[in-house]
């Protein structure tokens, strides 16, 4: 059995723990980085925050291939697309850590990846991915959020500093990778572990085949 890439889709992320994921799940497609600022809005639910990226994410290159604008706030503004724009897909995602009323994005510094263990030890938290399939040939933003609780066990500040000297933690939402070294801090989980390492493929896979993107053969 096979996956086959139906329509050009275009992944909207440098990251390459979602490269990896969708090279695993047999998926076709291409690499073009969104460049957007990501910022978290006043009051913005995680949930909500997460979502938002993805959207803008997907928006931002899918404008890449068009001449015009299609669509403004997830909503189609031009009916009459050119015949001549190619069947092409985005797919965007946004993942985050929360744990508390806490948001944990990528460490700025060795101090902020040691605090955020900290924070982390101990307890559950929850990482929240929004994804995004946008075309612009047939007028479509699908938005979808998965959520995945996991929790840490109590981490020894000698683990800690063991784990930060190693470099991991310093690209990673929430200071860690439960597909790396940081899986010696993960207790249990539930709900997606594929989530967790950046990108919910069971949730992606069986969107893109509803939108006719890839069949399985």
């Known amino acids: ?15 390459p723990r ?3 994921l969708l090279e695993q799940a047999g998926v ?21 925050y997460v979502k938002r990226l993805s959207r803008e994410k997907a928006q931002f290159v899918a404008q890449k291939f068009i001449d015009s604008d299609f669509m403004a706030n997830g909503k189609c503004i031009s009916e ?6 190619p069947n092409i897909w985005v797919l965007g995602a946004d993942t985050t850590v929360v744990v508390g009323n806490e948001l944990l994005e990528k ?9 955020m263990l900290r924070t982390l030890s101990g307890k559950t938290h929850i990482v929240y991915t929004g994804f995004t399939l946008c075309s612009e040939s047939e007028c479509k933003i699908i938005t ?14 000698r683990e800690i ?3 930060i000297a190693t470099g991991e933690p310093f690209d990673k ?9 940081g899986a010696f801090m993960v207790k249990s989980i539930n709900g997606s572990y594929s989530n967790v390492v950046g990108l919910p493929v069971c949730e992606v896979i069986e969107l893109l085949t509803q939108e006719g993107i890839i069949e399985m053969c």
């Open 28 to 48: 076709n497609f291409e690499i073009v980085p969104a460049d957007i600022e990501e910022r978290r809005m006043a009051s913005e639910e995680p949930s909500d």
């Open 107 to 115: 460490p700025t510094s060795e101090d902020n990846a040691r605090l």
């Open 161 to 163: 500093d063991w784990y």
């Open 1 to 15: 059995m096979k996956n086959i890439t139906i329509k050009r889709l275009i992944l909207a992320s440098q990251s």
């Open 80 to 85: 009459s697309i050119s015949k001549n724009t």
């Open 173 to 181: 939402a929430g200071a860690y990778a439960i597909q790396g070294l």
């Open 18 to 20: 979602r490269k990896e």
């Open 144 to 157: 979808r959020l998965v959520k995945t609780e996991v929790l840490f066990k109590r981490v020894t500040e």
